[in-house]
């Protein structure tokens, strides 16, 4: 009896092992394969965000130095002219002897090349009475020139071998090219409006005024 019920057991646990079979051994390499693949998968996105995120920093800071750049570098500006260090003289015919410093004032990054410009010194009432000519040449960079000027003045008819003071106006219109890279070249002009009174007592300048 004690064999047979072994056998009716071991019956048993077969019929039991086919209802419910064991799981393949392949189940565990697959969740693996799986977490591999996931965890790569992950990885993979965290470093195309970071590289998309570094070029975009990139292309930020590229811009920021270009618009820098341009701004600075690349703004071209309006040289600037005046008159300084006057002088008058008589020379005794009604004429006055005009002499002064033309100071030009490059403020841009590049050379500015000027061509020969002709000034003029003019009453209130717009007759001109005296011309200084402005050699043409070049200025550096960032920097300032000046030119010597000369003008006979010839006194209007009312004021000859009279005193008295005398308001003129003096102007010129300077024109050049500030030249970038030495291969473009952009036009600018630079203007002299200087309002002063001659003094013909004393032989002086008075109230000078550049704008």
Same mark, same amino acid.
């Given at each position: ?6 056998k ?35 990885n993979? +996105? ?6 998309i995120?570094?070029?975009? /920093?990139? !292309? %930020?800071?590229?811009? &920021? ?19 300084e ?20 004032? +490059? ?10 410009? /002709?000034? !003029? %010194?003019?009453?209130? &009432? ?8 402005i ?31 005398l308001?003129?106006?003096?102007e ?13 070249r ?16 004393i ?9």
């Amino acid at each position: 009896s004690t064999s047979i019920k072994k056998k009716k057991k071991t019956a048993n646990d077969q019929k039991y092992q086919q209802s419910y079979p064991l799981a393949p051994s392949s189940v565990m390499p697959r969740s693996d394969a799986e977490f591999a693949t996931n965890n790569f998968q992950s990885n993979y +996105n965290q470093r195309r965000k970071n590289k998309i995120r570094s070029i975009f /920093l990139i !292309t %930020i800071f590229l811009i &920021g130095i270009i618009l820098l750049f341009s701004f600075t570098f690349l703004r071209i500006k309006m040289p600037k002219m005046r008159l300084e260090n006057i002088t008058i003289s008589n020379d005794g015919d009604g004429r006055i002897i005009f002499s002064a410093q033309v100071y030009l004032r +490059n403020r841009n990054f590049w050379r500015y090349d000027y061509d020969s410009t /002709l000034g !003029t %010194i003019n009453t209130a &009432g717009g007759a001109t009475i005296g011309q200084f000519v402005i050699p043409d040449g070049e200025i550096r960079r960032r920097s300032t020139k000046k030119n010597y000027v000369m003008a006979n003045i010839n006194l209007p008819s009312r004021l000859n071998n009279t005193s008295g003071v005398l308001p003129v106006i003096s102007e010129a219109k300077m024109r050049g090219k500030v030249k970038v890279f030495r291969v473009f070249r952009w036009k600018k002009t630079a203007d002299l409006n200087c309002k002063m009174s001659i003094n013909l007592t004393i032989s002086a300048i008075q109230d000078l005024d550049c704008e």
